[in-house]
């Protein structure tokens, strides 16, 4: 099957820092890539939805000049958290679909962001 | 707008029983369903998906699902479930095009006993 992957896996930082979050599909060319959310316990909301090349559309209640999304390759997508907080400690998960794979969203493992 | 509802936050059940997840959809419009497991500290894996044709849907690991238009459910089951079962599974739905609007439901944790 079609492999994302995600890096870093686990990241923390000092309050007011920003923090990069790089999702790359392995062996498949991703023409849109998704990025969602996770608070603890509860389930993924899509922050964003972005195509390569093109500027990513947020879901209503995202700052986009908060969480900046870069699809700049049709293999990798980055999401920077600007100027972080503690509320932006979460799990981030991105999902890639497109080319061979069609529409089919396969999921990166996630990125555990701390912000102290 | 669609939505997801999965009315059990938590499952228990011991090793060697069936289990039935159920999840319950909300939409306007023609849907696509699937079914995701979430280990710990894990990101989502497919199970199963429904896009046309029969309606009993068969996925990994042994599980398989069953679209209900007219119950507008789409409930997981697997018939013997084992300790590595253990997680989180989330219904979600997407429509009318398939991969558009993709919508997740609360999730539903399994536990299984030995």
């Known amino acids: 099957g079609a492999v994302v992957s995600q890096h870093p896996s686990r990241v923390i930082c000092k309050s007011g820092t920003s923090v990069k979050i790089e999702c790359r599909s392995l062996?498949?060319?991703?023409?849109?890539m998704f990025w969602y959310r996770q608070f603890p316990k509860q389930s993924l909301m899509l922050m964003a939805t972005?195509?390569?090349?093109?500027?990513?559309?947020?879901e209503q209640g995202v700052e986009k000049d908060k969480f900046l999304i870069n699809h700049a390759s049709l293999t990798l997508s980055t999401l920077t958290v600007t100027s972080a907080h503690p509320e932006d400690s979460s799990f981030y998960i991105c999902?890639?679909?497109?080319?061979?794979?069609?529409?089919?969203?396969?999921f990166g493992p996630g990125t555990r962001l701390t912000v102290l | 707008a669609q939505s997801v509802t999965q009315l059990d936050s938590q499952v228990p059940v011991f090793e060697e029983a069936p289990v039935e997840l159920r999840c319950n959809y909300s939409?306007?419009?023609?849907?696509?369903l699937f079914w995701y497991v979430q280990y710990p500290n894990q990101g989502l894996q497919l199970l199963l998906k429904?896009?046309?044709?029969?309606?009993l849907v068969k996925g990994i690991n042994g599980f398989e699902a069953e679209f209900n238009k007219s119950q507008t459910s789409f409930h997981l089951r697997k018939p013997s479930v084992h300790i590595s079962d253990t997680a989180e599974y989330f219904c979600?739905?997407?429509?009318?095009?398939?991969?558009?609007?993709?919508?997740f439901g609360p999730g539903t944790r399994l536990s299984v006993l030995p």
């Open positions: 999902s890639a679909a497109g080319g061979a794979q069609g529409d089919t969203q396969y």
């Open positions: 062996d498949f060319q991703a023409t849109t």
């Open positions: 972005s195509n390569e090349g093109s500027k990513a559309t947020y």
């Open positions: 939409s306007s419009v023609s849907v696509y």
């Open positions: 429904y896009l046309s044709g029969s309606t």
């Open positions: 979600a739905v997407s429509g009318p095009s398939y991969g558009q609007n993709f919508v």
